[in-house]
């Protein structure tokens, strides 16, 4: 890849975008564990943003608390004293326990502590979802507004579609939204897809290793594009026209006696005529027209296209803040259970750890290139549920370890020893570090391949 050929700007706003998500998470997360600490009398010693070894880019210390930014931008901590901790810091647990340290406080209070964080990102993700809904609403793409079915790539097509199809219910179950058939294609690992083609219903079996196909290919969207024909919306002062000329509502059907229907076949078919005078026929009202146009070296005449969604029509849900509560409870809900449904096809086999494990660079790459807050809080939202389950996982070094060991410890009356915790933290910490190291050699290697 030549580092020429990178759209810096567009790196830049993905990485502010990524930058600004990755921040308000990790810092509200934090803040789940540094206010009960608080509540429950413990000293919180540090409190950061991103890893700091060996120095750091800010800090200051306010009370006995040293606020501060680190240099990795892998996470954040609170380093709460009396506790093994990502910190490792050994030297105070050789001490007799003072009252104001996290191993004096009674283990129920520790438990909250230690969830405080996963809760914060659990409710943050609600209430993003639920102000995503309320503010912006549902722009939807209904699947009975596709007069003209969909175009099909090669991925389609080995799983037995055709240009012209229209699929209508997966696994029995009806499909209302066309823009959700994709993902919960890959998400619900569906076997058979309902087809509407020539006026007839058609059942068509998912092959067994296809939701591994799309993983391996990164084929997440674009194997199915409404089809729509060409009309025009506009002209611009730049299109050159050797004779006659397009007109607002023009739906163009040939170019160089080349016949089309939809947009597609068009795009293929004007690249043919880069750098050369075309032969446009258009109707226009009643009548057939042609019109002799300049195509030019980027394979543009010069106007602008009819939206396809004015086209064939979306439908816009408004919802009040009330119907919007529930809605976002179940999108939240929703993208846990997807992300539950990848990890499970990943350590099921279904897919590889080599075609869908990715570091920093691959998260932030899911950021458009351009400032989009709709997508901005979706996908921080998405991020936020994602860091709630992940940290609730019962490994060492992540939330859900210490609570893990802290249940054991209500349960049976026996505390684990300072000894086993140091070395179990140590443990976790080296297959978390090896793991991000893992990934984060895959996004490069996907990145110069």
Same mark, same amino acid.
């Given at each position: ?26 810092? *509200? ?27 750091? *880019? ?5 009370? #006995? ?19 093994? +901790?990502?910190?490792? $810091? ?52 209904? &699947? ?18 055709? $240009? ?6 997966? $696994? ?19 076997? &058979?897809? %309902? ?21 391996? #290919? ?14 025009? +919306? ?16 023009? %739906?163009?059907?040939?170019?160089? /006696?080349? =016949? ?7 795009? !293929? ?44 029509? &979306? ?14 409870? /179940?999108?939240?809900?929703? %993208? ?16 590889? =750890? ?36 992940? /940290? ?34 140590? !443990? ?14 895959? $996004? ?6």
């Amino acid at each position: 890849m030549s580092l020429l050929a990178i759209d810096w700007g567009s790196v830049g706003v993905k990485a502010g975008q990524f930058i600004l998500s990755f921040s308000i998470l990790v810092v *509200l997360h934090e803040l789940g564990h540094f206010l009960p600490a608080k509540w429950f009398g413990c000293r919180v010693e540090k409190f950061y943003l991103f890893f700091d070894p060996w120095f750091s *880019l800010f800090k200051k210390k306010k009370g #006995e608390t040293e606020y501060g930014l680190g240099w990795i931008p892998f996470g954040g901590y609170v380093k709460i004293a009396g506790m093994i +901790d990502e910190s490792m $810091d050994k030297e105070q647990l050789k001490k007799p326990a003072e009252s104001w340290e996290f191993r004096s406080k009674p283990a129920w209070q520790r438990l909250i502590i230690m969830i405080g964080g996963v809760f914060v990102n659990v409710v943050l993700a609600i209430v993003i979802f639920v102000g995503i809904t309320w503010y912006w609403g549902d722009e939807q793409l209904p &699947t009975k507004n596709l007069a003209y079915g969909v175009h099909v790539d090669s991925l389609g097509k080995s799983l037995g579609l055709q $240009d012209g199809d229209n699929v209508i219910a997966m $696994d029995g179950k009806p499909i209302e939204n066309f823009g959700t058939i994709e993902s919960e294609l890959v998400l619900t690992e569906a076997k &058979t897809l %309902t087809v509407l083609r020539n006026g007839e219903k058609l059942e068509i079996k998912v092959p067994d290793q296809f939701m591994q196909k799309i993983i391996k #290919e990164k084929k997440f969207s674009g194997m199915l594009i409404p089809q729509y024909p060409v009309i025009v +919306d506009s002209v611009s002062n730049t299109a050159v026209f050797n004779a006659g000329e397009l007109k607002k509502g023009d %739906t163009l059907i040939a170019i160089n /006696n080349q =016949a089309f229907r939809y947009y597609h076949e068009f795009d !293929a078919l004007k690249k043919k005529a880069t750098n050369q005078v075309a032969v446009l026929t258009a109707i226009r009202g009643k009548d057939t027209v042609q019109i002799k146009a300049l195509v030019n070296e980027k394979g543009a005449i010069g106007f602008f296209q009819k939206s396809p969604l004015a086209i064939l029509g &979306t439908e816009h849900i408004q919802y009040d803040l009330w119907a919007s509560i529930p809605i976002g409870f /179940n999108r939240c809900w929703e %993208t846990l259970d997807r992300y539950v449904t990848g990890l499970k096809q990943l350590f099921t086999g279904k897919v590889n =750890a080599s075609d869908s494990l990715g570091s920093v660079i691959s998260i932030g790459n899911t950021f458009p290139g351009v400032w989009d807050w709709e997508r901005f809080w979706t996908l921080t939202g998405i991020f936020s549920i994602v860091l709630a389950f992940m /940290n609730i996982l019962p490994i060492p070094a992540l939330d859900g370890g210490h609570a893990l060991f802290t249940l054991y410890e209500m349960i049976s009356g026996r505390k684990p020893g300072d000894k086993f915790m140091e070395y179990a933290q140590m !443990a976790g910490m080296i297959l978390l570090m090896g793991l991000m190291a893992y990934a984060l050699g895959l $996004d490069f290697w996907r990145l110069f391949k």
